[in-house]
C-alpha cells in the first residue's frame, strides 16, 4: 500500500512538470513536426530523430524529452497519410495500413480513414502508455537484482531476439548486423584498461559517437535510397468528409484493446519495432474478424488493427530502455541517444536517481496523442498538398541537416566525416539485405556486453547464474532465441536450395 | 522474382565472404592487443569473441550464397558486359554522383569555407543535378535561402555556431 501511494506521489509530480504551459507548447510542435515528416515518404520517424537529437542539446532535459517523444508518437502515425493517399507508406510501419486505407480513400473516404486512424493510433498510444505505467516500476524491482552475468546475457538476447524478428527469413543477417555494432562499439579505449582498440585514426581515441554515426546511418543512407529511384507521387484518391459514421466508428474502436496489447507486447521486445506490430495485429485481426472478406479492399477494422498496435509499440519500446537501457524500436534507440546527451542514464538506477523520469515519459506519450488527434481535425485536408512535395529539393536539404546535426553536440569536424562513412556503410549494408536496427542496438549494447563479461568472468563461472531465478531465465531465453533462430536459417535454406535445384 | 533470387546468391556470397576475412582480422588484430593482467579481462578479449562469430556466422552466409548459385551469378556480374550495364545505370550514376558531391561537401567544403556558402554551393549543384527545379537561377535561391535559413535558425534558435 505505501509503495503504492508513493509511485502515485511520483506520477502526481510528474504530471506537474508535463502539464506545464511551455511544456504543452513544445510537445504540439513536435507532433506537427513528426506528422509532417512520418507524412512524407522517404522521411522515417527515426531519421527525424536523429536529425533533431542534437537541436535538444540546448534545452533542459525535460524540454528535450517532451520534444523528442512529441515528434516521435507524431512520426509514427504520420506515415498513414501517404499510405492512404498514396498508397505508399510514409514510414515502414505504416505499410498494413495501406492496404485497408488505399481502398477507403479510393472509394472516396480518404478523409475518414485518416481521422479514423489517427484516432486509433491515438487510442493505441494512450492504453500502452498506461500499461507501460503500470508494468514498468515491477520491472525496476527485478532489473535492480541483475549483477555483470545477467547484464551480458540482455546484451546478448537483446542482439539475438532483433536478429531474429528484423529479417523475414533466416536471422543470420541480423544475428550478423548485432555482432557488426558490438564490432564498432570496440573501437577507442576500453572502459576496464583504458587498453586501445582498433583506433584507426586518433580522433577515434574515445570511441565511434553514437550519434554521427546514428545519423549517417538513418540520414545519409536513407537520402542514398530515396534519390536512386525516380517514382513520381500523385495523389489519386478522394478525400471525403472526415468523421466516421458511428458503424464505421464502432469497427475502429472494436480492436483497440487487442491491438494495443499486441503492439505494446511487441514493441516491448529489443528491436522487433513498429513495422512487426502492425502486421501482427493486422493478421490476428483477419483472422478473428466476422468481416474479414473486408480486410483488403477497404476495411476500417483492418486500418484499427495496424494503426493501433503500430502507435501502442511506442510506449512498450519503453519499458526495456527506461528499466534496461535496451531500446525496443530504432527510435527508443534514438531517444536513448539523446537521454545519454542529457546526462540522463536509463537503467535500473534510473527509478533510484529520477523516480518520476518514468511516469514524466508516459504522461507526455499520452499528452502527445491527444494533441495529435486536435491536429488532425485541423490538418488532415491541407496535409494531403505536404505528400507532393518534391523530394529531389528536400533531400539535399536533409543530407545538409545531417551535417549541422552531426556537428552540433561537439562542434568537431570529424564527426561531419564520420557520420558521412557511417552513411556509405549503412547504404552498402542495406543494399546487401542487413537489417539496421541489430547493428543500432549492438552499437548502444556493445560496450556494455564488452565490460559486464569480462568482470563476470573474472568473478566466477557462468554457473552461478544458475541458482538465480533470472540468470536463469536469460539463459533459457537467450538459448532459446539462439536455437529458433538456428532452425528458421536450415529452413530457409533448405527452402532456396530446393528452389534453386528446380531450377537447374 | 527469380533474377532477384541470384541476385540475393551474390549479394550473400560476397558479403559472407567480405565479413569472414573481416572476422579474421579482428582476431588477429584482438590477439595483438595488450594484455593487463589475464587475457579473459584483456581489453582483446571480447573483440576476439567478435571476430570469431563474424568469421563463423561470414562463412555460413557465404556458404549459403555459394549452394544457392552464388558462384555462377558472381561469374556473370563479374563480367565486363554486366559491369558496363551496371555503371550505366541511371539508378548507379546518380547514386555515385551524389554520393561524390557529398564527399566534396563534408570533406573539402564545409571547415575550410564558411557553412553558408559551402552549403550553398552543394545545394544548388544538387538540385540541377538532379534537376529538381525548373530555372536554374531557382536551384540558387531555395540553395542560398535555404542554407541561411540553417544556418541563422542554429544560431539564433539553438545556439550553435555552425563551422
Known sequence: MSELVKQLGFFVSAAGGVFEGMNMIIITGAVLMGLVVGAIPGLTGT???????????????????????????????GGLFSAIMLNIPGTPNAAATALDGYPLAKQGKGGKALFGGVAASCGGTIISAILMMIATPFIYKIALKFGKWELFLLAIFGITICGNLSVDSS????????????????????????????????????????????????GIAEVLCV?????????????????????????????????????????????????????????????????????????????????????????????????????GSTQAAMFLAALNLHGVQPGPMLTIKSPTFMYTVGLTIIVAAILMVLMALVLTKPMVHILQINRKVLMPIIVMLTVVGAYASRSSLFDIKLMLVFGVIGFILRKMNFPLAPVTLGLILGGTADTAFRQALTQGSMVSLLTRPMGAILIVVVLYSLISGAMKTVKSTKAELAKASEGK | MEGQKKRNAVRDL???????LFGIYVIVESKNMRVYNTFIDAPGFFPMIIGIVLTGLGA????????TGGVTELREVCSFSFLKKFFMED?????????????????????????????AIYLTATFLYLKAVKQWWLAIIIAVVSSCVAYYAFRLGFGIILP
Open chain 1, 47 to 77: 531519421m527525424a530523430l536523429a536529425l533533431l537529437i542534437n537541436i535538444t542539446y540546448t534545452m533542459d532535459t525535460a524540454t528535450a524529452v517532451a520534444f523528442m517523444l512529441g515528434v516521435y508518437v507524431g512520426a509514427v502515425s
Open chain 1, 171 to 218: 536471422p543470420l543477417k541480423g544475428w550478423l548486423g548485432g555482432f557488426i555494432g558490438f564490432f564498432v562499439a570496440m573501437i577507442g579505449v576500453d572502459d576496464i584498461y583504458n587498453g586501445a582498440r582498433f583506433i584507426f585514426v586518433p580522433s577515434l581515441t574515445s570511441g565511434v559517437e553514437l550519434i554521427p554515426a546514428l545519423i549517417g546511418m538513418f
Open chain 1, 227 to 327: 534519390l536512386m529511384d525516380k517514382t513520381p507521387f500523385k495523389v489519386n484518391a478522394e478525400m471525403g468528409s472526415i468523421f466516421p459514421d458511428k458503424d464505421e466508428a464502432k469497427q475502429l474502436f472494436k480492436p483497440l484493446i487487442r491491438s494495443s496489447l499486441i503492439g505494446c507486447g511487441i514493441g516491448a521486445i529489443p528491436g522487433a519495432g513498429e513495422d512487426i506490430a502492425a502486421w501482427m495485429s493486422y493478421s490476428v485481426g483477419r483472422s478473428r474478424s466476422k468481416k474479414k472478406e473486408l480486410f483488403g479492399r477497404g476495411s476500417f477494422e483492418g486500418l484499427a488493427c495496424s494503426e493501433t498496435a503500430n502507435n501502442a509499440c511506442i510506449a512498450g519500446a519503453m519499458i526495456p530502455m527506461l528499466t534496461l537501457a535496451i531500446p
Open chain 2, 14 to 20: 560476397v558479403s559472407g565472404a567480405f565479413l569472414v
Open chain 2, 60 to 67: 555460413v552466409l557465404a556458404y549459403i550464397g555459394f549452394r
Open chain 2, 91 to 119: 539508378s548507379t550514376i546518380r547514386v555515385l554522383v551524389l554520393l561524390a558531391m557529398m564527399v566534396i561537401y563534408i570533406y573539402v567544403l564545409v571547415g575550410r569555407i564558411h557553412f553558408i556558402l559551402a552549403s
